[in-house]
Nanobody, 121 residues
Framework: QVQLVESGGGLVQPGGSLTLSCAAS????????MGWYRQAPGKQRELVATITRGSTTTYAVSVKGRSTISRDNAKNTVYLRMNSLKPEDTAVYYC???????????????WGQGTQVTVSS
């Protein structure tokens, strides 16, 4: 079983910055891609950024240029640094991890419980 624990959310003023962290715990697995998604009230969940095990990254147009996703493979942890935050960045941010379990080499796709980010003055 893979468990994802997110941290780093909170209230931030417009123009501010924050860093989200997500650590995967458990054993007997290999994580390939990790990413961050967000869901604002009344909207569908959307991709924010993803990163492969080899550190290839993708970003949503809305955050590109002011966000950086990174990961520590040894710690099975992914980070999202967001700068120049805007009120429209307000959402619940979810961590996602995809990989394989060594026991049966089946793929998995797990989600964290989410962390609230509110951008407001």
């Amino acid at each position: 079983q893979v468990q994802l624990v997110e941290s780093g959310g909170g209230l931030v003023q417009p123009g501010g910055s924050l860093t989200l962290s997500c650590a995967a715990s458990g054993s007997g697995f290999r994580i390939n891609a990790m990413g961050w998604y967000r869901q604002a009230p009344g909207k569908q969940r959307e991709l924010v950024a993803t990163i492969t095990r080899g550190s290839t990254t993708t970003y949503a147009v809305s955050v590109k240029g002011r966000s950086t996703i990174s990961r520590d493979n040894a710690k099975n942890t992914v980070y999202l640094r967001m700068n120049s935050l805007k009120p429209e960045d307000t959402a619940v941010y979810y961590c996602n991890a995809r990989g394989i379990k060594y026991a049966d080499y089946k793929e998995f796709d797990y989600w964290g419980q989410g962390t609230q980010v509110t951008v407001s003055s």
